[in-house]
Structure formats: C-alpha cells, structure tokens
C-alpha cells in the first residue's frame, strides 16, 4: 500500500487541494511539506502530536520534512478555533519555547544530513516593512472573502482584533517564502486550518504564477465532538516534567471504548492488518487495546523503557494497588498544621483534584481510598509520620498517587 493510500486508510486526511497531485507527491518522495508550530507553551502537547506522527511517516517515506516554528506569528496568535484571544507573549517566552519545542522534536523527526529542517518565521516576518507588505500582498486578499473564513468564526462572535486578522495573512506569507527559499511545494495543518493554507496556495499562485499544495489533517476528536488531549489539570503535553510518562499513559488507557481503535489507527505505527484484526473486539478485548494504545503511544514519546515501567505502574495499582510503583506527589514541611493535613489538601497537592470543593465532593460521595480504606470525611486528616511512610491515595478507579513528605 502506498503511503498516500494508507494516510487515508488511517483516516489521517479531511481536506486536499488536488488529491492525484498531493498523492503523487507523496507517493514518489517529492514532497518537501511543512507543519507550523506557534510556540505558545514550553512544550509540545497532544494537539501537536499527530502532525509529528504524520511528519515522521511521510519522512519515512522519502519526503522532506520542514518544522516551521513560529517566533514571527507567535507574536500575533491564531484565532482558529478560539473564542478568546491568546495571551501575548515576550520575545524571550517566545525564544525559551522554541529552543523546547526543537528538543522535542528531535524524537520524532530525523534532521540529520539535511533530511529535515527546522526554520524560524521571525526570520522574515520580523523585519518586514509594513507599508512594503501592503503593496506586495494586501491586492491578492479579498476582506469580504477572509471574514468568511472558519477560523475566524468564533472570534467574530466575541470580536475579532485586527491584530488577529493578519494572521491569515502572515501564515499565507510563510508558504509564499517557504516556496521560493526552499522549495517548500506542500503545506500540512490541522482541519481548521484550511482556510489560511488556501491563503498560501493563491499567494504563491497570484504572486509567482506557480502552483503549491495544501493538505489537512483530521481534528483528533472524541466520540462526543471534543478535542482529544485534554484532563482536569488541563493539556496532556509531551514534556515528562509537565505530564510524566506514568500520566501520559493512563491518559490513553483511559479512552472511552468507542475512541480507541480510532486512536490506534491514527496514532500508532501498527500495521494497518494487525488492527484491523482488532475491529471486532468487545469486552475486555478493548482493555487489551487501550493497553497496546497507551504503551505504543508512550514508546513513541517517552522511549520504550519508560513506556514499559508505566505500564508496570498501571498493572500493580489495577491489579494489588501496590503503593511502591504509584507515581509520587511529594508533600512538603509547609503543607502541614498543627502536624497534620486534611484529606482534601492532599487530594489537591496530589493533583488528584483540581479544586478543594471537587475534592470535598469526591470524598463525599465515597470515591477516595487512602491504603485501600475508603474516606468519607472530608475533614479527616494524616499526620507527619504516615506520609512520611507514604499513602496510597486513589480518587475513583483510575487515578491514582503515592502522597509522601520529602
């Protein structure tokens, strides 16, 4: 199977340009594709997570990979997607993320012997002229025609600034140079970036009578409509300091039994017959899955020793809810009163709950162990030397931590 053919048997593909153009490029290895990543955070995240995938199969695949990170459009935010608008961020936030982002990176794409690049679009977009820039792309954009465009949807209920609306723009500009510095003749994004990358074809068409590719990449969605790749203390991210290897796992293992097969096909790098060998499974079959979900996706972030010992972690808390191979949460000297703490600060330090009154709740309606013995008080507390020894404190069936003072 061609690699273009088995993008669309994982279900990888929403939109294209021109299917037998993009599927040729593909297909033949002559595709130099780029993906931007706006540095927003210092770390990847989940969101990121299956462009890496799909950049490290199409590099697999003899094409060339071109990670755009985005010191120039970081400055502005894309709206796609936002009902607010993103917080502004320093030039040196800017920098310290994308210096992150790179080491990341690293996991997935080979960028040695120029098989890869990674390019900065503060590079250009930075020193711009911008009565320059107004001449020579302000005549190619309709504003009758980018108002319409759904990434700018939601923000135009709340009020679209001005600083955003040229985001469409400044992407377009990034294929525009890509195409004449580097020969950049693809762009990949996520399905609601469709529009902006249409900016860029027209660009590179009106502006160099040549034609460029566009190709979007399905939303990972759960089985009720939401994005994928978010928890009760926010996004799942790729940075073991941020989201341990322990975290990311059970984040996957976790997935409703209507989400998993989907997940395996489009995330992992197993073989297309092997699941669908999969496609009838049921019961405890899709335990099985979930497992072969989160230790091939912790492989491909955390490496396979890590990987291994969260699955370990996860089997002997399921299985003897042994206390030795929970993930700690360390407590500290300041957390205590009186010698003592309450059931509902440690449930919060332990990011077992995102809030004290969800905590108290959780513990009202009985769904907090500690050492296996269910408590209902939300005002019972442990002393000192019982974390010293360590307490394994489990909110519901799945989550689970080993609460120790250091």
């Known amino acids: 199977m061609k690699i273009y053919d088995e993008l669309k048997a994982r279900g990888l593909i929403a939109q294209v340009t021109d299917e037998q153009v993009v599927a040729d490029l593909i297909n033949e290895g002559k595709a130099t594709f780029y993906i931007g990543f706006d540095p927003t955070a210092d770390s990847l995240h989940v969101g990121h997570f299956m462009a890496l995938c799909l950049m490290k199969r199409l590099q697999m695949a003899g094409n060339k990979p071109i990670a755009l990170l985005g010191g120039g459009t970081g400055m502005i935010g894309d709206p796609s997607g936002k009902t607010d608008m993103r917080k502004m961020l320093t030039k040196e936030q800017i920098n310290h993320n994308i210096e992150c982002f790179k080491k990341q990176m690293a996991r997935f794409i080979d960028f040695s012997d120029g098989k890869a690049m990674i390019v900065n679009n503060a590079d250009w977009l930075l020193d711009l002229n911008y009565v320059e820039l107004l001449r020579e792309v302000g005549p190619h ?8 465009a759904e990434c700018y949807k939601q923000r135009m209920e709340r009020g679209l600034t001005f600083l955003e609306f040229n985001y469409m723009i400044m992407q377009s500009y990034d294929f525009y140079r890509l195409f004449q510095d580097y020969g950049c003749n693809l762009q990949f994004g996520g399905d609601d970036q469709w529009s902006n990358m249409l900016g860029g074809t027209e660009l590179i068409r009106r502006k160099l009578g040549k034609d460029a590719s566009a190709m979007t990449i399905t939303l990972l969605l759960n089985s009720e409509g939401k994005k994928m790749g978010k928890t009760e203390k926010g996004a799942v991210w790729l940075d073991p300091e941020k989201t341990s290897p322990f975290e990311f796992y059970q984040y996957w293992r976790n997935v409703a ?13 197993l073989p297309l017959e092997e699941i669908d060998k999969m496609s009838d499974w049921e019961g405890s079959q899709l335990n099985t899955a979930k497992e072969i979900l989160a230790f091939e996706l912790t492989k491909l972030v955390h490496g396979e020793e890590e990987a291994q010992k969260a699955q370990d972690q996860a089997k002997s808390l399921f299985g003897a809810g042994n206390a030795e191979d929970a993930p700690e949460a360390p407590l500290c000297e300041e957390d205590f009163t009186d010698g003592a703490i309450d059931i509902v600060s440690i449930l919060v330090k332990a990011g077992l709950a995102p809030t004290r009154s969800e905590a108290r709740r959780n513990v009202e309606q009985g769904g907090v162990l500690v050492d296996g013995e269910k408590v209902s008080d939300f ?6 030397d019982q974390c010293a020894a360590g307490l394994l404190v489990k909110r519901g069936k799945k989550n689970f931590k080993k609460v120790v003072l250091k």
Request: aromatic letters at 12%; proline letters at 0%.
């Open 257 to 269: 039994d209507a989400d998993v097969l989907k997940c395996i096909r489009m995330l992992t790098f």
């Open 379 to 384: 005002k019972a507390t442990f002393t000192k």
């Open 141 to 148: 954009f309709s504003v009758n025609r980018m108002l319409t």
